[in-house]
């Protein structure tokens, strides 16, 4: 079940569930989280758009296998696709898989809204919100603000953790 919307559909924000022909739409989503690092490299567009397309199936293909219970969805804004969020609740703990909006949406509260909603309603559940996050991504410091706290790294990632009654749920 997704996280219930509160603060999000206050700005027209819905999810769905992802179907098979979202893929190429979650593939540029992903394409777009990585433009700043790519664009150093000097690499022709062809390279980067081969060396992207190789990622994302890669990842795609690692949630699919290690969280085969998780909820893949597709966010959007008035009707319009605009991101994803891809999330696996178990028994005590809600792992934030992935959460990625539009870079024309990013910055304008919305991926705030849902963090801010899903740390509400695990908050009611009682249960934990696990993440990992790259330590330089800009959205660490929302998650620092929400009362997630590093517990750690993991390759070239920081998990984190949000426990019920450690944290805002202020959304931000």
Request: hydrophobic share 40%.
């Amino acid at each position: 079940m997704p996280p219930p919307l509160r603060r999000a559909a206050a700005l027209g924000v819905t999810y769905r569930p992802m179907q098979e022909e979202d893929v190429p739409f979650v593939a540029a989503v992903y394409a777009s989280t990585r433009t700043e690092e790519l664009a150093v490299t000097g690499w022709p567009d062809e390279m980067k758009e081969a060396f992207l397309a190789q990622q994302h199936r890669a990842q795609h293909y690692h949630y699919q296998t290690y969280y085969p219970g998780a909820e893949w969805l597709i966010v959007e804004q008035d009707g319009v696709a605009v991101g994803r969020l891809y999330i696996e609740e178990g028994a005590t703990d809600i792992r934030l898989i992935d959460i990625a909006l539009l870079p024309e949406r990013r910055g304008a509260g919305v991926g705030r809204a849902m963090v801010g909603d899903l740390v509400e309603w695990a908050g009611e559940v009682r249960k934990s919100i696990s993440l990992h996050v790259e330590p330089n991504n800009p959205v660490r410091r929302l998650y620092l603000r929400l009362g997630f706290v590093p517990t750690g790294l993991a390759g070239a990632y920081e998990a984190m953790l949000w426990e019920p009654g450690s944290g805002s749920s202020d959304g931000g």
